[in-house]
């Protein structure tokens, strides 16, 4: 009982030393440091920037809208030639009934 109290709290000793060795220190001061040299101008995307942004935005958007029309454009054809193949069967089927076949 006393021997695995002892491994626990080892372990517990362990894992404590091995966490803090893993948060870096330095993180705030990072941030300080980018911050102080960047300034606020630095973190702003020029005006050609925002304009190519929203140029690749739209053309993005009108790549989705096409792929959408392509899509329901064979989904239509299908559907037109599945009722095409209906109107066939329902032909042949009449002409049947008039011979009796």
Same mark, same amino acid.
């Given at each position: $009982?006393?021997?695995?109290? /002892?491994? /626990?709290l080892?372990?517990?000793?362990?894992?404590v030393?091995? /966490?803090?060795?893993c948060?870096?220190?330095? #993180?705030?001061?990072?941030? %300080?440091?980018? &911050?102080? &040299? !960047? *300034?606020?101008?630095? %973190?702003?995307?020029?005006?050609?920037? #925002?304009?190519?942004?929203?140029?690749?935005?739209?053309l993005?958007?009108?790549?989705?809208?096409?792929? &959408? $029309?392509? !899509?329901?454009?064979?989904?239509?054809?299908?559907?037109?030639?599945?009722?095409?193949?209906?109107?066939?069967? *329902?032909?042949?089927?009449?002409?049947?009934?008039?011979?009796?076949?």
């Amino acid at each position: $009982m006393k021997n695995s109290n /002892l491994s /626990l709290l080892a372990v517990t000793i362990v894992s404590v030393s091995l /966490l803090q060795g893993c948060t870096p220190k330095t #993180a705030g001061q990072d941030s %300080a440091y980018l &911050n102080k &040299n !960047r *300034g606020a101008d630095g %973190a702003q995307i020029t005006r050609d920037e #925002a304009r190519q942004y929203r140029r690749q935005q739209a053309l993005t958007a009108d790549e989705i809208r096409l792929e &959408n $029309m392509k !899509r329901h454009q064979t989904t239509d054809s299908i559907q037109e030639n599945a009722g095409a193949a209906r109107s066939a069967v *329902g032909a042949i089927q009449s002409v049947k009934g008039l011979f009796g076949w």
